[in-house]
């Protein structure tokens, strides 16, 4: 079978990469990333490389661009995309950038896999602009135009590759019946914990680069609440944070609140907290829940956290709902009050992971392929019968 991929970032491709190679697929990456700068992929991945000049220059700059300019990057890369290509029996597109390459892949009679790793994109921005408000500010949204043509994305696919239940549900019925769930849980790396010593500042860690998505609202305002004495709040993020007027002054409140811009290694983030957090209201997955839980960090995440489905509700960590400044303190005061709490978490949160691995392989999305490549051999078989 020839696969390609088609993607403007890496992001987390390595891992359907490999798992074709694997297959024995042939595989081929076109993407606006350099070769030398991909990492993790296995050798006998090709690539080709396709033009994304908005994202290059954002990536090589860090500069903030027009939201308008990254949609006709996408679209540009796109069309680039299904100009060039060739020969390919499934084409799996990032979601926003594969509306022409995927007609393109099904006119060769190939398959056409929309990789989304977050959901619908209609309700995920309506939940974005009411995030916003709260916070005293106003949501950048996608373009009308912009938004259509992902809708038609998802319509036009044979197949939506989705990392989670919780955006799976997001989408309408008849969409629905098109997901194929695989967690984009890649191996994580256990790593011993030493206890600190009885008295120590009680050190909650959280990490995330999108405010509005990763609930900090909630966290802040149960944090301020909470008052605890000899605590401190780290949060792994960039200056984002500073951009949204009730963010920016319930820092200015809270004296014990830390933001760390840059960790060269995220284990000793880990190693600092006592206890983790994840209060996500919009998170396709999360891959951080499960760094931390690897970790042997305490953990704590919202059901809107796609990653917790991996997780087993008051074994492996504990479970809140999205939105919900109450049940983050409720939670958040078990693991300061409990050091047995703490300490059966942290000895259990570690096996959970490495049940999730086999032979070094992230088990769940080794399954969502061998489901989704299960789910293309039935419909072909299908429709070649009608």
């Given at each position: 079978?020839?696969?390609?991929?088609?993607?403007?970032?890496?992001?987390?491709?390595?891992?359907?990469?490999?798992?074709?190679?694997?297959?024995?697929?042939?595989?081929?990456?076109?993407?606006?990333?350099?070769?030398?700068?991909?990492?993790?992929?296995?050798?006998?991945?090709?690539?080709?490389?396709?033009?994304?000049?908005?994202?290059?220059?954002?990536?090589?700059?860090?500069?903030?661009?027009?939201?308008?300019?990254?949609?006709?990057?996408?679209?540009?890369?796109?069309?680039?995309?299904?100009?060039?290509?060739?020969?390919?029996?499934?084409?799996?597109?990032?979601?926003?950038?594969?509306?022409?390459?995927?007609?393109?892949?099904?006119?060769?009679?190939?398959?056409?896999?929309?990789?989304?790793?977050?959901?619908?994109?209609?309700?995920?921005?309506?939940?974005?602009?009411?995030?916003?408000?709260?916070?005293?500010?106003?949501?950048?949204?996608?373009?009308?135009?912009?938004?259509?043509?992902?809708?038609?994305?998802?319509?036009?696919?044979?197949?939506?590759?989705?990392?989670?239940?919780?955006?799976?549900?997001?989408?309408?019925?008849?969409?629905?019946?098109?997901?194929?769930?695989?967690?984009?849980?890649?191996?994580?790396?256990?790593?011993?914990?030493?206890?600190?010593?009885?008295?120590s500042t009680f050190v909650l860690g959280?990490?995330?680069?999108?405010?509005?998505?990763?609930?900090?609202?909630?966290?802040?305002?149960?944090?301020?609440?909470?008052?605890?004495?000899?605590?401190?709040?780290?949060?792994?993020?960039?200056?984002?944070?500073?951009?949204?007027?009730?963010?920016?002054?319930?820092?200015?409140?809270?004296?014990?609140?830390?933001?760390?811009?840059?960790?060269?290694?995220?284990?000793?983030?880990?190693?600092?907290?006592?206890?983790?957090?994840?209060?996500?209201?919009?998170?396709?997955?999360?891959?951080?829940?499960?760094?931390?839980?690897?970790?042997?960090?305490?953990?704590?995440?919202?059901?809107?956290?796609?990653?917790?489905?991996?997780?087993?509700?008051?074994?492996?960590?504990?479970?809140?709902?999205?939105?919900?400044?109450?049940?983050?303190?409720?939670?958040?005061?078990?693991?300061?009050?409990?050091?047995?709490?703490?300490?059966?978490?942290?000895?259990?949160?570690p096996a959970a992971v490495e049940a999730?691995?086999?032979?070094?392989?992230?088990?769940?999305?080794?399954?969502?392929?061998?489901?989704?490549?299960?789910?293309?051999?039935?419909?072909?078989?299908?429709?070649?019968?009608?």
């Amino acid at each position: 079978m020839k696969v390609v991929i088609a993607t403007g970032r890496q992001a987390h491709y390595q891992l359907p990469a490999n798992a074709f190679v694997r297959r024995g697929c042939d595989v081929c990456l076109y993407t606006a990333t350099p070769r030398s700068r991909m990492r993790n992929f296995d050798p006998k991945v090709m690539n080709r490389w396709i033009p994304a000049p908005v994202a290059m220059f954002s990536g090589l700059t860090h500069l903030r661009t027009p939201l308008v300019l990254d949609e006709l990057d996408s679209t540009f890369f796109d069309h680039w995309t299904a100009k060039v290509l060739k020969d390919c029996d499934l084409l799996l597109g990032a979601s926003t950038s594969s509306l022409a390459s995927g007609k393109a892949a099904q006119r060769l009679g190939g398959t056409f896999v929309l990789d989304r790793a977050c959901p619908d994109i209609r309700v995920q921005q309506d939940v974005m602009a009411e995030e916003a408000k709260k916070v005293g500010s106003e949501f950048r949204r996608n373009s009308p135009w912009f938004i259509e043509r992902q809708v038609e994305e998802y319509e036009t696919a044979d197949f939506i590759l989705s990392p989670s239940d919780y955006s799976r549900r997001s989408f309408p019925d008849h969409l629905r019946k098109k997901v194929v769930l695989a967690p984009l849980y890649g191996r994580s790396k256990v790593s011993p914990r030493n206890s600190k010593p009885l008295g120590s500042t009680f050190v909650l860690g959280c990490v995330g680069g999108q405010p509005l998505r990763k609930g900090y609202l909630y966290l802040l305002q149960a944090w301020k609440e909470l008052a605890l004495p000899n605590a401190k709040l780290k949060i792994r993020t960039g200056d984002a944070m500073f951009r949204y007027p009730l963010l920016k002054q319930l820092m200015s409140e809270l004296p014990n609140v830390e933001l760390v811009s840059y960790v060269p290694d995220i284990s000793t983030f880990y190693a600092e907290c006592d206890a983790f957090i994840l209060p996500s209201v919009d998170d396709g997955f999360g891959m951080a829940l499960f760094e931390a839980v690897a970790n042997g960090v305490p953990s704590v995440a919202t059901r809107n956290c796609g990653a917790s489905e991996l997780l087993v509700a008051d074994r492996d960590c504990l479970l809140i709902d999205a939105f919900s400044v109450e049940q983050i303190k409720d939670a958040v005061l078990r693991l300061y009050e409990s050091r047995d709490l703490r300490d059966r978490l942290s000895r259990s949160g570690p096996a959970a992971v490495e049940a999730l691995q086999e032979g070094g392989l992230p088990r769940p999305y080794e399954d969502g392929v061998d489901h989704l490549l299960g789910s293309i051999a039935r419909a072909k078989l299908v429709e070649s019968a009608a």
